[in-house]
């Protein structure tokens, strides 16, 4: 019997995907227990229109990561720190500062978890710094820690 998973189940399949179970797995577990559904015709065409919504959506994602990724490609980010002699930053500049003067100087939000930095920036000086904005989508950002 052909049916269509619900859910991930563990040596049987991943979610929305058609498997070949047996008539009594299938009748006796995975739909009395709602993990699958029968594969007709119905429910076919209901899997297909879904598999196409999330690749659109997905297109849509990546338009707009591409779009972001350009306009951060033109901009120099400046964040102000204390800094003492020799050009040692006091503590340092972490992707959440990163991100949060992304959005106060350029309304560009970008959730900090994207923003790939090696390690805390702790000198004065130009950084480039890459950001994961989509799957294959990584946009480079020139900054610069200056002293207040």
Known sequence: ???ILLDNIKGVGKKDEIINASDGYARNYLLPK????E????????LNNKKEAASYRK??????????AKKLKGIMLKIKVKAGENGKIFG?????EISDNLKSQYNFIVDKKKIDLKETIKTLGEFNVDIKLFEGVIAKLRVEVISE
């Open 1 to 3: 019997m052909k049916v």
């Open 34 to 37: 709602k993990l699958a559904v």
């Open 92 to 96: 340092g500049v972490t992707n959440k």
């Open 59 to 68: 297109d849509v994602e990546k338009q707009k990561a591409e779009e972001l």
């Open 39 to 46: 594969a007709n015709s119905e429910n076919l065409s209901k």
